[in-house]
Nanobody, 121 residues
Framework: QVQLVESGGGLVQAGGSLRLSCVAS????????MNWFRQPPGKQRELVAG???????NYVDSVKGRFTISRDNAQNTMYLQMNSLKPEDTAVYYC???????????????WGQGTQVTVSS
């Protein structure tokens, strides 16, 4: 079983910054793709930023130039540096990871419990 734990959310004024962390723990062979999703109030969950299996990064257009995703493979940790925050960034942010339990096992997706980010105007 794999656990993902997010931290770093909070209340910040527009223009401010926050850094989210996601730590993966448990028994697994490898962590492949890792992503940050968010779910604004009353809206569907959306992909914010992520690492593909090949290690490339991608971002939703609305956060490009403001958010930066990074990863520390040795610590099984992923980060999301969020700068120039806007009220529309308010959401619960979720960590998502695709993990394999062995070299031949298919990846399985896991989710963290989410961390609230609130940006005041």
């Amino acid at each position: 079983q794999v656990q993902l734990v997010e931290s770093g959310g909070g209340l910040v004024q527009a223009g401010g910054s926050l850094r989210l962390s996601c730590v993966a723990s448990g028994r697994f062979f490898s962590i492949d793709a890792m992503n940050w999703f968010r779910q604004p109030p009353g809206k569907q969950r959306e992909l914010v930023a992520g690492f593909t299996t090949g290690g490339h990064t991608n971002y939703v257009d609305s956060v490009k130039g403001r958010f930066t995703i990074s990863r520390d493979n040795a610590q099984n940790t992923m980060y999301l540096q969020m700068n120039s925050l806007k009220p529309e960034d308010t959401a619960v942010y979720y960590c998502n990871a695709w993990v394999s339990s062995s070299p031949i096992a298919p990846d399985r997706g896991y989710w963290g419990q989410g961390t609230q980010v609130t940006v005041s105007s």
